[in-house]
């Protein structure tokens, strides 16, 4: 069975389509600041595709009859669509997601806080461990 035209079509859009949108699309080169803080943008990617197509036959009667097969016509179109969300700030020892709306959950606010309370509870507790420690010693 001959090649369709309709995939020589899609095949050329599909190409198209995949040179658009890479990984580097999606979380971008990482850009270092003279401070060592490593800052990676961080984006959507949408993108939809539409193929179509038909064979014509030539008119019966017609000269093209005899040197021509069927026609065909078809086209193809696609739309992408890419919306940098949010940075990934990676440096001074720890990781922060920047959102680019401004705004954040409180799911987001709590997972920022983690990392500062757990060194809080640690100074906390390291303390009276080493007052223990420090009693325990001086008896």
């Keep these: 069975m001959a090649d369709n035209p309709i995939q020589g079509l899609m095949d050329t859009a599909m190409s198209n389509i995949k040179a658009m949108v890479d990984v580097n699309t999606i979380v971008g080169t990482p850009v270092t600041t003279p401070d060592n803080t490593v800052i990676i943008p961080i984006?959507?990617?949408s993108f939809g595709f539409g193929a179509g197509g038909t064979e014509?036959?030539?008119?019966?009667?017609?000269?093209?009859?005899a040197a021509q097969e069927a026609m065909f016509g078809g086209g193809a179109g696609s739309g992408a669509n890419i919306k940098p969300v949010a940075f990934l700030v990676v440096g001074n020892?720890?990781?922060r997601l920047l959102p680019i709306d401004g705004s954040s959950s409180p799911v987001d606010k709590i997972i920022d806080l983690v990392p500062e309370l757990v060194d809080k509870l640690n100074k906390v507790f390291g303390d009276k461990k080493q007052k223990e420690d420090t009693i325990t010693c001086d008896e």
């Design 93 to 95: 020892g720890s990781v």
């Design 43 to 45: 984006s959507t990617v």
């Design 56 to 65: 014509f036959s030539p008119k019966k009667g017609s000269p093209a009859e």
